[in-house]
């Protein structure tokens, strides 16, 4: 049984923005940390964001510095990425990753694991 569940990816024009949805089956606050990973199609998985539930410190790639934001909704166990200008590079499918710990605020996806969710940049 998936932990975790994504949603909202889909097809986007550059420029675009999406909103990706990650639900929990556990209490969101069990994990010390949850975000988000990525992978495209020949290259390696790659970390995109990171929330800590210890003090709400966040992290992000330099690749989506200033255009991608994290955000959790603890009473609907959901974490969102919200995407904005969307480049074809952004194209890739994306995973929600839960740490029940993680002593640094880090984000390894030591634990639980989505299916992932298809992102499409393309004009």
């Known amino acids: 049984q998936l932990q975790l569940v994504e949603s909202g990816g889909g097809l986007v024009q550059p420029g675009g923005s999406l909103r ?3 639900t929990t089956s556990r209490f969101i606050l069990d994990y010390d940390t949850i975000g988000w990973f990525r992978q495209a199609p020949g290259k ?11 003090d ?3 992290y992000y790639a330099d690749s989506v510095k200033g255009r991608f934001s994290i955000s959790r909704a603890n009473a609907k166990n959901t974490v969102y990425l919200h995407m904005h200008n969307l480049k074809p590079e952004d ?8 740490d029940l710990y993680s002593d ?7 634990d639980d694991w ?10």
Request: proline share 0%; glycine share 14%.
């Open 44 to 54: 390696e998985r790659e970390g995109v964001s990171c929330i800590s539930s210890k």
């Open 114 to 123: 989505g299916q992932g969710t298809q992102v499409t940049v393309s004009s």
């Open 91 to 98: 194209t890739a499918v994306y995973y929600c990753a839960g």
């Open 20 to 22: 990706l949805s990650c």
């Open 56 to 58: 709400g410190s966040t």
């Open 104 to 110: 640094d605020n880090a984000c390894r996806g030591r």
